[in-house]
């Protein structure tokens, strides 16, 4: 294997584990805030740290998401790589967030996450998110058919713009949509908690 080859598995395995990273459970240790995992909805992400703890903590959990994602990807804007492996990072830094070699590779539902990817990844990707997500929050006031909606419309606003991505957007679509799979049978049974 050449240099490049072991640099690139190199990437893509950094790029796990910073998506490993239990954002959640560190800030709310540091908040003083019971286990995410073990309270409210039992997973590590945002919203939930919002309803068992506070605004501030949900908040540093949104960033610090966001920024493992930016993380995982700031490779690809610093060294030649390849769209193929710049898709590798991002898909291993998802894989990091949904099922993490730190928490048992118990892990959250990688929305945060998935857009932090997209930000370096394909920046115009990253705002249309942010506009669906915002639209379809506002509209419904609930945060899981926001972030469904992201992973129904990004594969196709990829494959309008960026078709090179294509393929590891439809992945990671695909595995967020797999995350929400509770939250899709409560939307349809209209018992899923609102904002």
């Not at 920046?123 to 926001?146: D, E, F, K, Y």
Request: aromatic content about 8%; some cysteine.
């Amino acid at each position: 294997m050449t240099d490049t080859g072991l640099v690139t598995i190199g990437l893509i395995f950094l790029a796990y584990l910073w998506g490993s990273i239990p954002v959640a459970v560190i800030v709310c240790h540091a908040f003083n805030i019971p286990d995410p995992r073990q309270q409210g909805s039992g997973n590590p992400g945002t919203t939930n740290v919002l309803r068992i703890g506070s605004a501030k903590a949900a908040t540093l959990t949104l960033f610090g998401d966001i920024g493992k994602g930016i993380l995982a990807l700031l490779p690809g804007l610093l060294l030649p790589l390849s769209n193929t492996e710049q898709s590798l990072c991002a898909l291993a830094a998802i894989l990091g967030h949904l099922f993490p070699i730190f928490s048992s590779f118990k892990g959250g539902k990688g929305i945060a996450t998935a857009l932090g990817v997209c930000i370096c990844l394909y920046w115009p990707l990253a705002i249309a998110q942010l506009i669906v997500w915002g639209i379809v929050a506002a509209i419904s006031r609930t945060a899981s058919l926001a972030s469904t909606a992201c992973a129904l419309v990004s594969p196709i606003f990829i494959w309008l713009t960026a078709p090179e991505y294509f393929a590891v957007m439809l992945i990671i679509s695909a595995l967020l949509l797999l995350s929400h799979r509770t939250n899709i049978r409560n939307l349809l049974n209209s018992s899923e908690p609102r904002l």
